[in-house]
Each structure stands twice: as structure tokens, then as C-alpha cells.
């Protein structure tokens, strides 16, 4: 039996991209590089752990909704207390 989810030539539904689709992904890098500060992680750490998660988690589905640079921006205000 097939399953809609093991299939990579499924079509992603347009609900998943656009405006909300950055901002969650905005939102879950703050928390997982907050999280990596709290933990005691590096910036430069939290910044490569949080870019391979991004490249893991769109390495099938395309392009990831932010780039390496906003990626990087969002970990130093986490490690900077701003936001």
C-alpha cells in the first residue's frame, strides 16, 4: 500500500509555501538556536547545526524558505538575547 508521504514525486500543496511557510521557519530556527545557546552550544555551532537541519529537511522537496544568510542572522540574534 502506497503511502502519499513516501512518494517524492508528490506535488507539496500550496498551503506549505508562501509567507507562512517562512515565517514558521523563522520561528523554528529561533527556537532550536535559543535552545542550542541555552544548551551551551557555540554560535558557530548552533549556525552549522541549524543550517545541516534546513538542507536535511528540504534535500527532497526544493528550495528551503530561507536562505543561508537569514539562517545565519536569526541564530546571532538568538545568541545576542534580541527578539
Known sequence: MP????DESAE???ADEGPHCARAAEIEI?????????LGYSKSDAV???LGNVAWAYSVSGTPALSPAK????VAS???GVG
Open 3 to 6: 503511502f502519499c508521504w513516501m
Open 12 to 14: 507539496r500543496k500550496s
Open 30 to 38: 529561533k527556537e532550536r538556536a535559543q535552545l542550542f545557546c541555552r
Open 48 to 50: 552549522h547545526r541549524c
Open 71 to 74: 539562517i545565519r542572522k536569526l
Open 78 to 80: 538568538a545568541y545576542s
